[in-house]
């Protein structure tokens, strides 16, 4: 009678570092033995000083590895020119990886580090690529309005997310998403995705998909001021905007010179009787607080109407988020007033 061989588990070096790489990581340990692998270290950013207290605290992903008895590395960098790029090289071929998988990590890996794993590096990537390319593809997913998203698990090149696709799987775009609801979809689907992969390979590997340079976006970093509202623009986009940028960096505006945060919102269509300049507040109900905004796009100019945010939340500097129907019965915010795109007023109170 002939003895089955067991072909020996593949040798996984895990790289990632926020919670949308530590949903991953955390699939993968759990079926280890199911994939036929063995997760042998662990990549993550430096710790980094967080919070009011400017503590050093560690990423979600160093978390999950130190739970699991798995051993943590925390290069800086995989430069070459510099020495620790190159000690950093050398300890990664020391753990022999096969394939090295990729998620979030915030570090650039050099063709040098990509060519160390036998299989190369697999990157789960929160986009239909080539769609969205870049740090920020959930957001700009969100903010131009798109229907539908997904994950792409990626083998990595030189480039920027420009490697062939071994495996798509698309999610829609809710009405009601907001970057986090979104983000947190989306981890648990890119987890589902990289075990799919590796569950089959060689498979996978051999018929990857090359991308279309031509249909690619480059989804840029988020920064603050982006958070910024201009009451000139359609309700619309400035819902987009304020779901797109939940929770980070979140959106903004100026009241009386105090700054506001927009917390959740939604567009309505004025009736073409109304009209209001851009910024002003037109009503404050229990249900809504109604402010002016620009007009939709329209093929047909008779079409075109002004819009109006109605605002279900926000937040106050200093104070604690408030519904419509609590400001309703305040005088913090009245009929008339105007919010204001004034960026020189002090930011350092949120």
Partial sequence: MMTELIAPPLRVVFAGTPEFAAKSL???????????????????????KAGRGQKLAISAVKAVAIANDIVVQQPSTFKKSVTEGLNARETLRSYHPDLMIVAAYGLILPVGVLSIPKFGCLNIHASLLPRYRGAAPIHRALLA??????????????????????????????????????????????????????GDLPNYQANAKSQKDSLANYAQKLTKDEGLIDWNISANLIER????????????????????KILAAYPVVLNSSVQAPFGRVISVGKKAI???????????????????????????????????EQLCHGNQINDGDGFANDASADRSLF
């Fill in 26 to 48: 955390e699939a993968l340990i759990e079926q280890q033995e199911a994939l036929n692998i063995e997760i042998v270290a662990v990549y993550t950013q430096p710790d980094r």
């Fill in 145 to 198: 309005g798109d229907m539908e998203t997904g994950i792409t698990i990626m083998q990595m090149d030189q480039g920027l997310d420009t490697g062939d696709m071994l495996y798509k799987v698309s999610c829609s775009i809710e009405p009601s998403d907001t970057a986090a609801s979104l983000h947190d979809r989306l981890a648990d689907l890119g987890a589902k995705a990289i075990m799919t992969v590796i």
């Fill in 241 to 260: 905007q304020i779901r797109g940028l939940n929770p980070w960096p979140g959106t903004f505006s100026f009241l009386n010179g105090k700054r506001v």
């Fill in 290 to 324: 109604l402010v002016a905004c620009g007009t939709d796009n329209a093929d047909n100019v008779d079409d075109i109407q002004q819009t109006a945010l109605a605002i279900t939340e926000l937040q106050f500097a200093g104070g604690k988020p408030m519904s419509a």
